[in-house]
C-alpha cells in the first residue's frame, strides 16, 4: 500500500530530508486556517477534513440517487444487489430498535453508513500520494516539504466529533418530539432514580453525562480506530524508506513493508465497514433510546 519513501515527501531541493518522527508529524498535520495553539481552538478549521467530508457526501448522494433512478424490477445489476442489501440491512436493524416512525431515521442510518464507509475508504490511499503529487507540482511549505494534508476525515477528531453532535441533536429532537418538552424535561429530572425533590440534581446530573458520554463515546471510537489505522500505514511506510540498496537489511525491511503493508491493507478491508456499521448501529440505538421512557 505504501511504497513511496520518506525522502518522496520532502522537495528534492531541501537540504534535509525528514525524520522518521517529521515524517510521522508531518503526515498527521492538518491544512489549517491558522495554526492551532492548543487541544481545543475554535478558531481553527481544517480545510482538508472539511473538503474531503464533503466530498465523500455528494460522492455517497450520486451513488445512491444511481441505485434509486436505475432500480427495476428484473435481474438487479450487481451494483443494485449490493445497495440493496444495504438498504434492507439498516431497515432491519431500524425496524428492531426503533419503535415508531422511521421514515427519516433509516434514510438517516443508510446515509451514516454509506458515508462513513466512504470517508474511512480514504485510508486505501498510499500515505504519499498527495505529497507526491505536491512535489510533482511545485507546492511546497518554507522549509521544502509538500503541505500538510490529510484526506481520511474520520481520522479528525473534529470531524467525528461533529458527527456525534449531530447525533446528539437527533437524541435531544427526538426525546421532546416523542415525549413532548415538558415530558422530556420532566424526565431529566426525575429518571433513574425517583421523583422526590432531592433527587432531582443528581438525575439531572447523571443525564447530562449519560448525553455527554454518548456523544464522546461515538465520536472518539469511529476517530481512534481510523487513526490507528492511519499510523499504522505510516509505520509501514518507515520501512519501505530505509532502503539503501541490495543489502540484507534493505531487502529485510522492504519485505516486511510489502508484507506487511499487504496484510494492515487486506485487515482494513474489514474494519472500513465494520466501524462504520457500528457507527450506524450506535445511532440508531441512540435514536431509538430518545424514544423510550426510564
Not at 481545543?40 to 474531503?52: G, M
Not at 520501512?239 to 543489502?247: D, S
Amino acid at each position: 500500500m505504501t511504497t513511496e519513501t520518506v525522502a518522496a515527501a520532502a522537495h528534492p531541493a531541501a537540504e534535509h530530508t525528514l525524520t522518521a518522527g517529521q515524517y510521522i508529524t508531518h503526515h498527521l498535520g492538518h491544512l489549517r486556517s491558522a495554526p492551532q495553539p492548543g487541544i481545543i481552538d475554535f478558531h481553527v478549521i481544517n480545510y482538508d477534513t472539511i473538503l474531503w467530508s464533503v466530498l465523500m457526501a455528494i460522492v455517497a448522494f450520486f451513488l445512491l440517487r444511481a441505485a434509486a433512478t436505475r432500480a427495476t424490477s428484473g435481474v438487479p445489476t450487481r451494483f443494485q444487489a449490493a445497495v440493496e442489501a444495504l438498504v434492507e440491512l439498516v431497515e432491519d436493524q431500524s425496524k428492531a430498535i426503533v419503535h415508531g416512525d422511521r421514515s427519516f431515521i433509516a434514510p438517516l442510518a443508510l446515509t451514516v453508513l454509506v458515508w462513513v464507509i466512504l470517508m474511512n475508504s480514504m485510508d486505501f490511499l498510499p500515505v504519499d500520494t498527495f505529497a507526491w503529487i505536491f512535489d510533482k507540482m511545485g507546492i511546497h511549505n518554507a522549509e521544502g516539504h509538500g503541505p500538510f494534508f490529510r484526506v481520511v476525515p474520520t481520522a479528525d477528531l473534529n470531524g467525528t466529533f461533529g458527527m456525534g453532535l449531530v447525533v446528539f441533536a437527533c437524541m435531544i429532537y427526538y426525546g421532546i418530539k416523542i415525549k413532548g418538552g415538558g415530558g422530556f424535561v420532566h424526565e431529566l429530572f426525575t429518571a433513574p432514580f425517583g421523583k422526590h425533590p432531592a433527587l432531582w440534581i443528581f438525575n439531572f446530573g447523571l443525564n447530562l453525562i449519560e448525553y455527554a458520554a454518548k456523544t464522546v463515546s461515538l465520536s472518539m471510537r469511529l476517530f481512534g480506530n481510523m487513526f490507528a489505522g492511519e499510523l499504522l500505514f505510516l509505520l509501514i511506510a518507515l520501512l519501505g524508506a530505509t532502503w539503501v540498496g541490495f543489502t540484507t537489511q534493505s531487502v529485510a525491511l522492504a519485505g516486511l513493508h510489502v508484507l506487511l503493508g499487504t496484510g494492515w491493507a487486506l485487515f482494513h478491508l474489514l474494519i472500513v465497514p465494520l466501524q462504520a456499521f457500528i457507527f450506524m448501529m450506535l445511532t440508531l440505538v441512540y435514536i431509538g433510546q430518545a424514544h423510550e421512557g426510564h
